[in-house]
């Protein structure tokens, strides 16, 4: 039996923060290092930083975490695949929590869908924003649009379902490459998801986002008008929509976050920095919890539990 599937049926009840909403999930950073330089990377909120935490600790990092509750882990970066020992995290990872997935930037995913499959990877979230080879360059400095192509089609080769291409859509650059992306994920199987470009409340009055931002709202009303299937995911309550293109089925998810109050009531994760930082929200650089520190300073895992616990106490909606 596994660490997750103990804790299952141990009596451990998820954190709840001040605004009732139960803490399920926890992206955690295991680097800033990334291969690419693309010009909307939010660092999952994070600070410079070239600390990195070993495997051994982000193992511990996911014990403590569910034995608050949490039961699903999806690492992030930076690029997650920068880090050679990757494939001892997710097992590290797994052994404590029912689910550990991961969101890649694709480049190098190919070359480690094997090992992260049998390290206990349940699932994988793959960035492709574009395949036309010059809009992907002006949105992430590379042209190697066939690596992440390659890398989406083994990862739903080696079962690493539901596979979901991350696109964020920006105003006069790939916007119109909507409904190719869409055959694109009918054809291999994966699930798309539009992503809103998204700024705190001080970026989104600059002329930069103002430029940038492509609103998702009609697309979506599109969607739903084409829709024959519409689901909830439990997470944000975003909308998932199954559509059937030239006779194909596929399933497209919007992810709208700004201004998005419903979007905020229902976020059920916490963030952890690849230097050992909890973060309460993304946009909101208030209320961040070191971790890290404790840690290697000797402290026991009920002092770790009760700095998680923390953290969840200063989780506020950000949009409200």
């Not at 009596?11 to 999930?25: C, E, I, K, L, T």
Request: proline content about 4%.
């Amino acid at each position: 039996m596994t660490d997750a599937a103990r804790q299952e049926g141990s009596g451990v009840h998820p954190a709840v923060d001040p605004y009732g909403r139960s803490v399920g999930g926890l992206r955690l950073s295991v680097t800033q290092r990334c291969d690419l330089n693309c010009s909307h990377c939010h660092k999952e909120g994070q600070r410079p930083s070239a600390e990195e935490m070993t495997p051994e600790e982000i193992g511990r990092i996911a014990r403590v975490s569910a034995s608050i509750g949490i039961r699903r882990v999806k690492l992030t970066g930076g690029e997650p695949l920068m880090r050679p020992d990757i494939s001892e995290i997710v097992r590290l990872v797994s052994g404590a929590v029912s689910e550990v997935s991961l969101t890649t930037n694709g480049q190098k995913l190919a070359g480690f869908v094997d090992g992260l499959k049998g390290a206990g990877l349940a699932r994988v979230n793959i960035s492709l924003h574009s395949r036309d080879r010059e809009v992907y360059r002006r949105l992430c400095g590379s042209t190697s649009v066939g690596s992440v192509v390659d890398g989406v089609t083994k990862a739903v080769a080696a079962g690493l379902n539901p596979v979901k291409v991350n696109m964020v859509i920006f105003k006069g650059v790939n916007d119109d490459a909507i409904d190719d992306m869409i055959q694109f994920c009918a054809g291999t199987g994966t699930i798309l998801q539009l992503i809103e470009y998204e700024a705190t409340r001080e970026g989104a009055g600059t002329r930069e986002f103002q430029e940038r931002h492509f609103p998702l709202a009609d697309v979506e009303k599109r969607l739903a008008e084409q829709a024959f299937e519409v689901q909830l995911n439990e997470l944000h309550r975003r909308r998932r929509y199954t559509i059937q293109p030239d006779g194909r089925k596929v399933v497209v998810e919007v992810v709208r976050p700004m201004h998005n109050t419903e979007f905020c009531a229902h976020c059920t994760r916490l963030r952890m920095t690849s230097d050992g930082r909890l973060k309460p929200c993304l946009l909101d650089p208030s209320g961040e919890v070191d971790v890290l520190t404790p840690m290697r300073a000797g402290a026991a895992d009920e002092e770790l539990r009760a700095l998680f616990l923390e953290a969840v106490s200063k989780r506020r909606p950000y949009w409200r």
